[in-house]
């Protein structure tokens, strides 16, 4: 109980960097809303009931004054499939822990603060507060970059000229050098790339987010893990007499 406050504000200080990052390229989602017609409280509320960029992006994109509920509704839950990935993932972090303990965290687990975790995770100081900190703090950021491209989405017609477009792409680029582990990473991120792009090439909509998600998954379980390799470098080193 006396370590939440402590791990939640390690945990927000952790996504300062990528927080930043969150809100340039929120405030690009601000602006395309404002262009839709969106109000402050139709944004925030998407940011409170969603917290997913990329959804919340393509939801934006399909706004019309003729819902497509469905079709909306399909596109994002194929694109939020990733975080059965992601939850996959953070099990060994919540082991022990109750139903509810889990369902109130995961829901502002992003991207963004999942890496971070992740990356704290191998240095075996990670915590479920850990994340949730740096959750509590992406959203506070997202909805800022949010409400402030949605109010001033007047002044900015065009988001690109300011490279705020790149901000989502160049986080994730930062987040991803920060998660790489050395060699036995090649086969996997390799496979995930080619399957994205074979996915993003002959499927439609957002299905290759699940599919590089899965690939990449596949062929890091299948493929020789990196302890395997080490062992084996052991061996000859012992029969060399090393």
């Not at 809303?33 to 409280?41: D, E, F, N, T, Y």
């Not at 369902?103 to 687990?109: A, N």
Request: aromatic content about 12%.
């Amino acid at each position: 109980m006396k370590h939440r406050k402590p791990e939640m504000i390690r945990g927000a200080r952790a996504n300062v960097p990528v927080a930043a990052s969150a809100m340039a390229y929120g405030s690009v989602l601000g602006v395309l809303a404002a262009q839709k017609g969106l109000s402050w409280l139709d944004m925030m509320y998407m940011n409170s009931a969603v917290f997913a960029g990329a959804a919340q992006f393509v939801m934006v994109d399909m706004w019309s004054n003729h819902m497509p509920i469905f079709e909306m509704t399909l596109a994002v839950l194929v694109i939020n499939l990733r975080y059965l990935l992601i939850g996959a993932s953070l099990d060994p972090l919540f082991s022990g822990r109750s139903l509810l303990h889990k369902m109130g965290m995961m829901h502002l687990v992003a991207d963004e603060n999942w890496a971070v975790t992740m990356s704290e995770q191998r240095n075996g100081s990670a915590t479920t507060w850990f994340l949730f900190g740096g959750g509590v703090f992406l959203y506070l950021a997202w909805s800022s970059g949010t409400l402030i491209g949605l109010l001033g989405g007047g002044f900015i017609t065009r988001p690109e000229e300011y490279a705020l477009d790149f901000a989502f792409t160049a986080v994730f680029t930062a987040l991803a050098v920060g998660l790489w582990r050395g060699k036995g990473d090649v086969l996997p991120w390799f496979v995930a790339g080619a399957a994205a792009l074979l996915a993003h090439k002959f499927l439609p909509g957002k299905w290759y987010i699940v599919a590089g998600g899965l690939a990449g998954a596949i062929s890091a379980m299948v493929g020789p893990c990196e302890s395997d390799e080490v062992e084996k470098v052991e061996e000859v080193e012992d029969a060399a007499g090393y």
